[in-house]
């Protein structure tokens, strides 16, 4: 049968000093098999038959740490970094305290409305496409959206309100067909390759994450194998790629990790094979990940991502040009200064580029006509660093301070419907700074009861506009496996650069900038919860929230329905004031079993209610108030063969979910102007259907002597539904068209590790 090798390292959770002598022990094997850590804090146990394992870390004065579920294939090594907190009391109540469990943050910060994820349940679940975005709209709280772009909703907010971080470096929009002010797009720039266990948050994040208003998105890059040469290929739908890891020096100092992808419809158009009648979506995107030594028992770690895409629309009515591109590079230095303090310094480099242009074609007779062009592009050069330090198993602080600079050159014009003429609405390009730092804190007055504390704070020089944001969490551990948790934060969010650079279209045929002193966006959160780990593989978890949202960027008008908070991307030339207020509060319930006797299952359930006020003071549902989501994911394993080298998985999602709510086209006007007439006095009166989903994902997984060979089938919306997403006044048609959710369509992969 074949085998292969767990090996790792184990650290501690707040200084990072490597820890010498602890013991891990595979659970439940007969005779026991166990390693010890070595004086660098690395462990390595001999090779082990294929299959699952639940590994158990444990030393004195530390907490144990489970990691049920390693998933161990033949053509890859496991390569596991282990955190370990310090226990608070004496060693007898170490055995019966709360261990490091499944699911939980890997931010010691965080108190609430957090979860961990792992690569392997990204490749899991079904209707994730191996994407982090798309497998969290499993999570309780977060609605998907529809159109089947993986925008992330999360408890009726603005998918706009939403941080994208890797390796600590604020990143933007990480999709491929992105547009301006989005957070999501139809395919991740992030590989699945490439991931390490990274963080999600839906509500009171730590003090840490600044410039976000709804959750984070905490991404963490995968270190290469530092001491054997591996490699993945894989092709499907999506696109062709290939990953590449391995060691720097024989001695395991350092290691690489490398990945590129491009698109499958693209590169078979390129050879002369004709794949579809319509547009070919062109994209592409790399990554990598280096890690070498650095001070003492540290590292340095340069890292990098980018991605570029575009696609040509030539219709019948309207011709359309767009592309996209993002990256980020980033310089990481990581230095345990002592057995209590930890720095870690950072520069990094950032950027989006985004082309379009559209004609359409709304009168025969006068043929195409021209309707809008931008061309935005930015550079933010980023500078600061972090220092944490453990004064005692009870207390650890940690602050941090970044300096942002950022250039940017942003063009477009518009036709104005109304005034019936093109306008210039953007022509700027220059630089901004923006600064942050944050303090916070962490204090374990007993083994039970763990509190969090802290201060962000935040400033722009384009306007002077500063914002300073206190959170507060706490979890009580009143059983062994039950706690009661807590959370309240204030969250600042900045506009895009664009926004505040708007020029506004006057009566007289002059542009104006009117909202270059427009204030950060805020939203206060209220987060109360409660956990119960019913078996060692089985959680239910309940949580109640509240938010008020204030200063919400609204069109100053009288008679405007227009807000922010309704929109998931895009540029607006609107007249803009901080006056719109806005709540959303409900209540979630998860039921997770995690991966045991070869199944696992998610039940998620959100019940919600998210307004808004605008200028003209009408309190008003948001388009995003879809009222309940209701997600089921689960799956079984399956070993088959006599040597149970192959597996064969079946895993399936289904959503149902209130439709979002929108304002309805008065046709009347619309037939008479000849264009989409949308009245305020009725804006997000109507809600559309209730909205449903069913994905299954079928894989087989062989496992051959120093390879593994995987095939999946990941089959979106099998049913076919076909709710409505969004509609349009159609003049040539003289009709409003409609246009529908994502339908059936089928993703094939084929994957080899070896």
Known sequence: MPDQVIRGKVFDEDSR??????????????????????????????PMSIGRYHIVARFLGYEPVDLPNVLLTSGKEVVLNIAMREAVTGLQEIQVTGNKKKGEARNSMAMISARSFSVEETQRYAGGLNDPARMAAS?????????????????????????????????????????????????????????GNSDFFTSAFPAEFGNASSGVFDINLREGNN???????????????????????????????????????????????????????????????LTLPGCKKGKVQLFGLGGFSSIEFDEDDYKEDYKADMWVTGLNYLCPLNADTYLKGTLSYTGTFNEWYYEELNNPLLGFQFRGSDRFTYHTLRAGGELTHKFSPKLTLKGGAYYNQQF??????????????????LNDDGSASY????????WRANPSLSLTGGLHVQYMNLNNNYSVDPRLGVRWQFRDNQALTGGIGLHS????????????????????????????????????????????????????YYQYLYDIPVEMDE??????????????????????????YGVEATLEKYLSKGYYFLLTTSVFDAKYTAYDKKERNSRFNNGYVFNLTGGKEIALGREKNKFLGINLRSSVAGGQYYS?????????????????????????????????KLSYRVNRHRSTHTLELDVQNISNAQAVTYDDWDNNKGKIEQEYQWGLFPVLNYRIQF
């Open 17 to 46: 000093m490597p820890l010498i002598g602890v013991t891990l022990l595979v659970k439940g094997s007969d005779p026991m098999i166990g390693t010890i850590t070595d004086i660098d804090g690395n462990f390595n146990f001999e």
């Open 664 to 696: 309805p086209i008065d046709v009347e006007e619309s037939r008479e102007k000849g264009y989409t007439i949308r009245p305020d006095e009725t804006a997000f009166s109507k809600q559309r259907d209730t909205y449903y989903k069913v994905d299954l």
């Open 227 to 289: 001491q054997k040469r591996e490699y993945t290929v894989q092709g499907g739908a999506l696109g062709f790629d290939a990953a590449a890891e391995g060691p720097w020096s024989k001695n395991g100092d350092g290691s690489y990790l490398v990945n590129a992808r491009y698109s499958s419809l693209a590169l078979l158009n390129n050879m002369g094979i004709e794949v579809a009648d319509g547009a070919i979506p062109r994209y592409g995107d790399a990554a990598f990940n």
């Open 493 to 544: 969010k900045m506009e895009n650069t664009s926004i505040y650079l708007a020029r506004t279209l006057l009566d007289d045929g002059t542009t104006v900038q009117y909202n270059k002193d427009l204030e950060m966006m805020k939203s206060l959160h209220y987060a109360i919860g409660y956990e119960n780990r019913l078996s060692p593989n089985l959680l239910l978890k309940l949580e109640a």
């Open 408 to 425: 940017y050159d942003m063009k477009m014009k518009l036709y104005d419907d109304e005034k019936q003429q093109v306008y210039t609405a």
């Open 435 to 442: 600064m942050n730092g944050y303090a916070s804190g962490k």
């Open 139 to 195: 999570y309780a709280g977060v609605t998907s959206d529809p159109s089947g772009s993986n925008e992330i909703i999360i408890r009726g907010n603005s998918p706009r309100g939403l941080l994208w971080r890797i390796e600590g470096v604020p990143v933007a929009n990480p999709n491929h067909f992105a547009n301006e002010g989005a957070t999501g797009g139809p395919i991740s720039i992030l590989n699945s390759a490439m991931l």
């Open 559 to 584: 008679t405007s329905s227009y807000s922010i908070v309704n929109d998931m991307s895009g540029y607006i030339t609107k007249r803009l004031v901080n006056e719109g207020t806005g709540k959303n």
